[in-house]
């Protein structure tokens, strides 16, 4: 007993002096998550409906590893693509017209420049070549995080080069991501930050994925997407990332 | 083994006293209802000096606010700090990155904020950390050496109200780990405002400012005020006097052409009226020539010391004042500046075209785009700085308030699409301070200006103000009345007002008489009463150094026999028989320093003899806390102040319900107790650390209202699950608030009008807010909510909250939308409302199942019958399933086209009687679906699914009994759905049996069938 005591204290007081470098917390949050098995994981299909004031909106979202990726919404029974990005091109449907519209040269070459992120930046952040800094440590919400900027190719906005930052709250005691956080670069929101929240992580083939995902403006309403099922390295209509043609 | 159980139990054992509230706050957010029609005052701006897009804006107690569109649209970028704002500065090397911000504004009223140090960020501002001076209180300038990112100097004002070593000149060369203090001249004389020459950084000017403020005084000036110049990077430091006034000097403001350095300007409050002005030298400062003593140069040099110098000619400057001015003679003359808010703070030019100018005022900033003539406002910077806060009791309730420098106002809570600027409306003029409605009659408005030169009653309605100020009678001494005077209305008499000179006056006829029913409740100290000399070098008697006044009056919510006031100079009185006899009870307080500002008393509805008394002293340069609670009116006091609370505090609510819950009002936020004050939490859930000056509850909406003096009004607008929070909650996985009946809002509207460079408010949701609480963040497996009726019947899914704390489930009263049919373009029908009723919320967490029995009823105001509700809900749910019965029609023609087109295809030569069956399906369909067009101007003519959702949409939306109108319409549509139903019945026991029959005849194994309605709406 006398023994046991101090043991207890040590592990208290190592616990909490012993400073973890960013790479480290990272790799922790690496090792949460399904570390190695990720590199199986080809492609993720999640799917859920959508309830928008009682009226249910099926939605399809596929992310490649490749980084291609498109959301689709069915709506009155008709499928359509919210969003999509073919390796090359980002594009979208316009519900005026319900036709295809290419996004802007700018979002495209975005999205090129973020296309090997799968699954996500941090993850692979020295391979992608991009800068992880620890801020420290922050609550969110109650819950102690680290707060982890990553600071990524730099975006094009408005003709100009901008920074491209992330910023990652890991729960400390979990070690997985809490929270996500980004400023807006256009539109009306610009200069807003943008949070993505996590939770109702699976594990799912060695992997853990976060079921839940409530995304909003800093301080404002947030709307959750729950997703129902979520499937990989499934067979997928690779025409379903392509420019329908014309 | 028993010190080990110990110690786990000492871990994990939770009471309310070690609770941690601030970690169980939750999703329990602030709602900002600005306003930002009027702003507020800011106290600097700097321009990215490449990009005109980006804006930095310092207010004055509203923080700092980043605009990356040339200034339309602006963002808070420093919530978390304190959000008085001495100087900004862009780093030159890193402007994309690199910003330092001084906090403590240097605009010295009575009024201002203080700071708490210097700040930097190196992302644009997304995440700032405190770079030292800590002490300095205020700073007033950030030079940034040009080519070296890791100079800085930083002119520190340093403290107001008292003597401090902590301020001079402090320059860092490591980018802010290290200060050293390389220039001081003494213990009351700070450095205002230091320049660089961009063309050599290593000369500086500096100016020294010897200044005090007290409650009662302010000096400006003395013989250490004064002008320096450096050319060694501040080693050493010469004082400038060839051609500037001698003797005692006040306020300096500085500028340097960047265009030519050696062009300095000086504005000088001097000594000698004669030698006050502007200065110009044109060689570095080695010589100086007096220019001009005009109005606008020379008014409260402590408010408006600042000069600009256009970045493209030296001749062109424009100097800060009442209503600002600029010349272009190098000087000689100056024009006013357009209109805008008076009292201009700062003047900043566009580097790259110095007709766009910005200005810092009272009210905001404004922007020039033709140097400085014609004025445009930000209306998106909601920095309002409110004194006070009260609300009425209407639906939904107003807020009423007054603000530095910018009148009294009263605007509602919500309003159709939220609360604009069009929504507020003036009460009063001046400086606004308390208001008050009539608290039977909302029309009857109470407002005030300064130091009570004006109280007014405003009856809204009749647009008819009568000035209702007590004045003395016969006999009487002059009235002193705060700057911010004290007056409020009675909670046991309505027409019944109280008002706070020196002497507690009364009312009974709202205002129109008064009667003095105190003796003087101050100290009366006549050294404290020589305002008429306050000001120093500038003479400045604007009542704002008023005291041994009446500032705090609290009639008790149980008796109109005990009135509590408090005075600025220290004392806290009493009365228990409605003025008859009254007791100085500040005796009785201990650890309080002798007159210490008693800010606010706050008379407890839980006993007589509770109240809760709040102190500050930061006028006598004390910026701790004093809070105390009396059980016993008065005769014992017990601080209910910890050391989580870091500073001054001015106001305190307690909930009407909850005794151990109290809300207080710092000068660096909002706090919050549930133990009764023996632990407190910031609460900074939207809610800046910015300064409160008054809390007040609505005790039937249970909102907090803060009157912040930088960020407008912020309201919780719900705080009753602060009520339920305890120790006992952490023990359960998921536990439910008593939040269980909910009223339907039925009301509609057409939204706003304001544009999207304004500040609108959110409204406060008006969907039921189901509310429970988690122990701890669910991170893990699946977690979801559901609503079902009583007989298990699933109503609609929900968004269930995961966060530590308070979680709210919101919800709509919407049951789930019909399954509307395919069509080429969309056409929608939203889901119908739920009926009045008790409804079940399930939450699923992992396992585990947790359900809430609520109710949801009609509003008491509704005016609609049961049978109209009644009638309406029979017909919308006909037509809910009219809408899926067509759905399915639509559904089923299409999968036997489908199957029809696919045997076609097969074919070598098309089949006749299956082009037949095609062509009837097209043509049924047409009638059912629009088959062509777009969503836009290129829609077809609407067929039965349209026109079948219109009707629907419009009964569904409008609570009350179709019209006749509504019923023939949807009597005809059925007319036309059953032809169409007809048509296909016929088809099915025809060309679609013959070709039933085909297909079995083409391959016997084959069994073709169309789902079923079930099926049909599973999928």
Redesign the interface.
Same mark, same amino acid.
């Given at each position: 007993?006398k023994k046991?005591?101090p043991f207890?204290f040590t592990l208290v007081i190592a616990s909490t002096v012993k400073a973890q470098s960013v790479d480290e917390i990272i790799q922790s949050y690496c090792q949460a998550v399904g570390g190695k098995n990720w590199d199986a994981v080809k492609n993720m299909r999640l799917k859920t409906n959508l309830?928008q004031? !009682? =009226? =249910?909106i099926p939605v399809e979202v596929v992310m490649m590893a490749d980084g291609r990726s498109y959301t689709q919404i069915t709506?009155?029974?008709?499928t359509m693509t919210m969003r999509a990005f073919d390796g090359q091109k980002s594009w979208g449907t316009n519900?005026?017209?319900?036709?295809a519209e290419e996004e802007s040269a700018e979002e495209s070459e975005n999205s090129r420049r973020t296309a090997a992120e799968f699954p996500n930046a941090l993850m692979h952040y020295k391979k992608l070549g991009y800068t992880a800094s620890l801020?420290g440590t922050e609550?969110v919400? !109650? =819950?102690e995080c680290y707060k982890i900027?990553l600071e990524k190719k730099t975006m094009l906005v408005e003709g100009k080069e901008?920074?491209n930052?992330e910023?990652h709250y890991l729960?400390k005691e979990?070690k997985?991501i809490?929270m996500s956080e980004s400023?807006l670069p256009s539109g009306?929101m610009?200069?807003?930050?943008s949070q993505e929240?996590y939770?109702?992580? %699976?594990e799912l083939n060695g992997v853990m994925v976060a079921?839940?995902n409530?995304s909003g403006i800093k301080?404002?309403p947030s %709307?959750?997407v %729950?997703f129902e099922k979520v499937e990989m390295n499934v067979q997928v209509d690779e025409n379903k990332f392509n420019f329908p043609k014309k | 083994m028993q010190c080990l159980l110990l110690l786990c139990s000492a871990a994990f054992a939770y009471s309310q006293e070690t609770l941690n509230a601030g970690d169980y706050f939750g999703d329990l957010k602030a709602r900002h209802l600005g306003p930002a029609l009027m702003s507020g005052r800011i106290s600097d701006i700097e321009l990215h000096p490449k990009n005109p897009r980006i804006v930095l804006v310092g207010a004055a107690g509203g923080g700092i606010w980043k605009s990356q569109d040339g200034g339309v649209k602006f963002n808070p970028v420093f919530d978390a700090h304190c959000q008085s704002i001495g100087a900004l500065a862009i780093d030159p090397n890193d402007p994309d990155n690199t910003y330092w911000a001084g906090t403590g504004e240097t605009w010295t009223r009575n009024s201002v904020s203080a700071g708490d140090g210097i700040y930097k960020t190196t992302d644009g501002g997304k995440n700032w950390i405190r770079s030292g001076l800590e002490k300095t209180d205020r700073i007033a300038a950030i030079q940034i050496h040009p080519r070296n990112s890791s100079v800085v100097y930083v002119a520190a004002l340093g403290a107001l109200w008292g003597n401090s070593d902590d301020r001079g000149v402090y320059k860092t060369e490591d980018g802010g780990k290290t200060w050293n203090r390389i220039f001081f001249v003494n213990n009351t004389t700070g450095c205002s405002e230091i320049i660089m020459d961009p063309a050599n950084p290593e000369v500086l000017y500096a100016a020294f400012w010897e200044f005090r403020r007290t409650a009662y005084s302010f000096q400006s000036g003395g013989n250490n005020s004064a002008l320096y110049k450096s050319s060694d990077g501040g080693k050493t430091w010469n004082k400038l006097e060839s051609g500037l006034p001698k003797g005692k000097m006040g306020r300096i403001a500085l500028a340097l052409a960047p265009s030519n350095t050696s062009v300095v300007y000086a504005v000088i409050e001097a000594e000698k009226k004669e030698e006050k002005g502007l200065y110009r030298s044109d060689d570095a400062g080695k010589t100086w020539k007096f220019l001009n003593g005009d109005f606008e140069l020379t008014v409260r040099p402590f408010y408006f010391s600042r000069i600009s110098v256009d970045p493209a000619n030296p001749d062109i400057i424009a100097k800060c004042g009442l209503s600002g001015s600029i010349s272009r003679d190098g000087g000689k003359t100056f024009r006013n500046l357009g209109s805008m808010h008076p009292d201009i703070h700062d003047i900043v030019f566009d580097r790259s075209n110095s007709d766009k100018m910005f200005f810092a005022t009272d009210g905001g900033v404004y922007r020039s785009l033709d140097g400085g003539s014609s004025m445009e406002m930000v209306e998106c910077l909601p920095v309002s700085q409110f004194y006070h806060v009260s609300h009425d009791n209407r639906e939904p309730y107003y807020v009423y308030g007054g603000l530095q420098d910018n009148n009294s106002w009263v605007g509602p809570s919500e309003s159709p699409g939220g609360v604009e600027p069009g929504d507020w409306e003036p009460v009063g003029r001046g400086d606004g301070f308390r208001v008050y409605p009539h608290p039977n009659d909302p029309n009857i408005v109470y407002s005030e200006m300064q130091g009570a030169e004006v109280m007014w009653r405003y009856d809204i309605k009749k647009q008819e103000i009568k000035l209702i100020k007590p004045y003395p009678g016969e006999g009487s001494p002059k009235l002193r009345f705060n700057w911010n005077a004290a007056f409020t209305t009675s909670k046991h008499h309505p027409d019944r007002l109280y008002a706070g000179s020196q002497f507690l006056h009364v009312s009974e006829d709202r205002g129109a008489a008064w009667k003095i029913i105190s003796p003087d409740l101050s100290t009366n100290n006549k050294s404290k009463q020589n305002q008429e000399a306050s000001g120093g070098l500038s003479a400045d008697n604007s009542g704002a150094e008023n005291h041994c006044t009446i500032f705090t009056i609290a009639e008790s919510p149980l008796t109109d026999q005990v009135i509590w006031v408090g005075t600025d100079d220290g004392n806290l009185q009493l009365t228990t028989d409605g003025g008859k006899t009254w007791n100085n009870l500040v005796k009785n307080i201990p650890g309080l320093p002798p007159n210490t500002w008693c800010y606010h008393v706050e008379a407890s509805v839980h006993g007589k003899g509770i109240a809760y008394a709040v102190f500050e002293g930061h006028t006598q340069n004390d910026y701790r806390p004093y809070v105390y609670k009396t059980n016993d009116f008065g005769k014992t006091w017990q601080s209910i102040v910890t050391s989580e609370i870091t500073t001054f505090v001015r106001s305190l609510q307690e909930d009407y319900q909850n005794p151990d819950l109290l809300f207080l009002g710092a000068e660096n936020g909002l706090y919050i107790t549930l133990n009764g004050g023996k632990s407190w939490s910031v609460f900074s859930n939207n809610f800046p650390r910015v300064a409160v000056h008054y809390l007040e509850l609505h005790p039937t909406k249970n909102a907090l209202l803060a009157a912040t003096h930088g960020r407008g009004i912020i309201v919780l607008d719900d705080i009753s699950p602060l009520r339920k929070i305890n120790a006992s909650l952490l023990n359960s996985n998921l536990s439910f608030f008593d939040s269980d009946v909910f009223v339907i809002d039925e009301k509609s509207n057409f939204g706003g009008r304001s544009q999207e460079n304004q500040f609108v408010a959110s409204n406060p949701t008006s969907r039921a807010q189901i509310r429970y609480f988690l122990p701890k963040r669910h991170m893990f497996g699946k977690m979801t909510a559901e609503i079902h009726d009583l007989q298990g019947n699933l109503v609609t899914k929900a968004d269930a909250g995961k966060l530590k704390g308070i979680n709210t489930i919101e919800w709509g009263f919407n049951a789930t939308a019909p399954k509307v049919a395919k069509g080429k373009s969309l056409s929608f029908a939203g889901a119908p409302t739920v009926k009045a009723g008790k409804y079940l919320l399930k939450i699923t967490k992992g396992n585990e199942v947790f359900e809430k029995q609520i109710e949801v009823v009609y509003g008491k105001n509704s005016g609609f019958t049961p049978a109209e509700r009644e009638e309406q809900q029979q017909v919308t749910k006909q037509l809910f399933d009219f809408i899926q019965d067509l759905a399915y029609l639509v559904f089923t023609i299409e999968k036997w086209e489908e199957k029809a087109n696919d045997f076609q295809q097969k074919q070598t030569k098309p089949n006749a009687g299956v082009a037949g069956l095609l062509n009837e399906l097209s043509s049924i369909k047409n009638i059912l679906v629009v088959t062509t067009g777009d969503n836009y101007v290129g829609t077809a003519e609407p067929k039965l699914r349209e026109k079948l959702n219109d009707v629907y949409g419009s009964i569904n939306a409008y609570p009350g009994a179709p019209s006749s109108t509504q019923k023939e319409n949807i009597l005809s549509l059925q007319k036309q759905f059953a032809e169409a139903k007809a048509r296909f019945a016929k088809a099915e026991s025809g060309s679609i049996q013959t070709f039933r029959k085909l297909l079995e005849k083409n391959n016997p194994a084959e069994t073709f069938k169309v789902p079923d309605f079930g099926e049909y709406l599973k999928m």
């Open positions: 007993m046991l005591i207890l309830n004031g !009682g =009226t =249910t709506f009155n029974g008709n519900f005026m017209t319900m036709a801020l609550k919400d !109650g =819950t900027k901008i920074p930052i910023f729960d979990s997985v809490l400023e009306e610009k200069g807003k930050l929240k939770s109702d992580y %699976q079921f839940s409530a301080d404002g %709307q959750t %729950q | -």
